[in-house]
């Protein structure tokens, strides 16, 4: 069935990711307008805006399952892209949608399912034969069962949520003592988070490295890799940079990690686009932890080194299409690396600051790529994610790679919030991340300071206090703020300094 | 512009972890690096806003906050506090400092805005430093906020279910004067 008009089940970046393979297929697009951003850039980009700016249910639209699917069906739209987050690993939203004969833009309700409860989806891996982190043999009741299941595997070991991802309801335990507390805050967390207060316990695998391999699967049965991502710059499991290939894997590995998540995706009949992640130890043994179901956040890398649109799969296979590509044609070129800027204080612990961007301005060029959600005057809300762009550079190596981030980074003005970038600025000067051996533990273990600055930035600022100090004090007309006059200051300085008042 | 107030020739801008960078006044407006001085200037454009332009170089800026003589600065992201002080406040402070003894209350503040899911010391409580003491929900994680000190809680400010924004008062700590920093 060719999809004509496809009903965008999500906002943000993701939203324009996916409106703008749309435009290059000729299919029409849907955006959904609520009241919480009514003037946010997807919104102008889709062809068709459905106003749900006067539901006054209590359920975000994009978390309303019976809500998209009138919305859906009221559009004459004849398929549902979930993106990412939000409904886009619900099994339940999956069959809704099929049920009712809209296209669902994914897997099977089915490898949804499967994959989404990670104690099913360790039982399946562990039927294949893919190496996993010994634990528990199903859920976890309470905190003694946990208890005696990490005494058997030995400490440490990690509780999980069996609905999990994304790093919530999931805590290391490195003590016995520490395990009533843990199990309660991890199973707590989950119930919160996924509406599933079960969790399960693994060994827990110290320093390794977060490598996920993209799958691409037919209806058919055709399933191929698009090779890895290196994904192991995280904090609290959010990751902040990705890059693909990875510097710690050489071909072989490649190609039997790449096996070995072409044969979970068979097990669970798998279609659409999808991504196995492994954790790889420093002897380089690697272990399954889990499949997402989705298109994912950092999917730009992949498509970077190997020119496929993972969108544009995305829907042809939803639509019947065979899988044209076959594992042969895929050919790694280059390296791509991902930095996700996001609206965080990284002087204060990577806390959101979500405000109004008040200025924005990205670089653009041949090897550059930029996803946004936002434009200046957008605001990052506190009640989604606080990702501005992300910021995609290739290189002809990981050398090159890196030095052209370091440029770009650099390009990328911002004003309004605080943002990541300083970090990035760190990161791309650390030697463990220019050669290579950082791990899952590198922020917080191996870094001394979260962010970068030149020897004469601080210095710049000092003059700049004392340019203000002498205007406000030391000056015969001077009073301590010019409101009237003031042509330095931006209206959000302004404000800012109003409210100090 | 007016005229200087008075005859101050020098001012000192002190960073927070007490870096001192000296300045004349009336103030140059440019920074000497070894034997050059480079131009600075303070700009503001529709496209950028307030910008520094330096070595051809612009870095955005912001005054975060400002109360007599503390400002409180955003340079190319990154935030610096500054006190600036003339010959004779810094005279004033040395002496005041002299002989005054450091005090071991720490606070501990939210660091982002958000809900209070558990507190988990009471007043009273003993805790060591890196040891959780609250858990704060924001944009759906749940982060544990650790003390930052050996010591005892003399007071707790918050409440399970309870919003806080960012810099709210959470915990008073008394902290040991050992194994601190």
Known sequence: MKIKRILIANRGEIAVRIIKTARKMKIETVAVKTSVEPNALFLTMADIVFDNTEDSTDIPVFLNIERLVDIALKTGSDAVHPGYGFLAENAYFAQKCSDNGIVFIGPSPDSIYKMGNKTIARKIALASGIPMATGSQGNIGNEEEAAAVAEKIGYPVIIKAASGGGGRGMRIVRRPDEMEKMFLIASKEAEKAFNDPSVFVEKYIENPKHIEFQILGDQEGNIIHLGERECSIQRKHQKLLEEAPSPALDNELRSTMGQMAIKIAQAVRYYSAGTVEFLLDSEKNFYFMEMNTRIQVEHPVTEMITGIDLIEQQIRIASGEKLKIRQDDVKLKGWAIECRINAEDVQAGFAPDPGKIEKLSLPCGANIRVDTGVEAGSSIIASYDSMIAKLIVRGKDRKDAIRKTKLALDKVWIKGSKTTLPFFRMLVRNTKFIDGSFTTAFIEKDLEKYYYNSEYEEMLAAWLATKLFIEENLLDNSIPVDFENSKDMSPWLMNKRINQF | ?181
């Open chain 2, 1 to 181: 512009m007016g005229k200087p107030k008075t005859e101050i020739k020098k001012l000192y801008t002190l960073s927070s972890e007490n870096k001192r960078f000296s300045f004349t006044q009336p103030l140059k407006h440019s920074i000497r690096i070894g034997q050059r001085d480079y131009e600075v200037k303070l700009k503001s454009d529709e496209k950028h806003g307030t910008y520094i332009l330096w070595k051809n170089r612009k870095y955005p800026v912001e005054i975060v906050r400002s109360r007599q003589n503390r400002y409180e600065i955003l340079f190319n992201d990154i935030s610096y506090t500054f006190t600036v002080e003339t010959p004779f406040s810094m005279k004033r402070m040395k002496v005041l400092n002299t002989g005054k003894e450091k005090s071991n209350k720490v606070e501990l503040k939210a660091p982002m805005p958000g809900k209070i899911i558990d507190v988990l010391v009471r007043e009273g409580s003993s805790v060591l430093r890196g040891e959780p003491l609250v858990i704060l929900e924001a944009m759906k994680m749940q982060n544990e906020i650790q003390s930052p000190a050996n010591g005892k809680v003399t007071r707790v400010v918050v409440k399970s279910n309870s919003n806080v924004m960012k810099d709210d008062l959470l915990i008073e700590i008394l902290s040991d004067q050992t194994g601190n920093r």
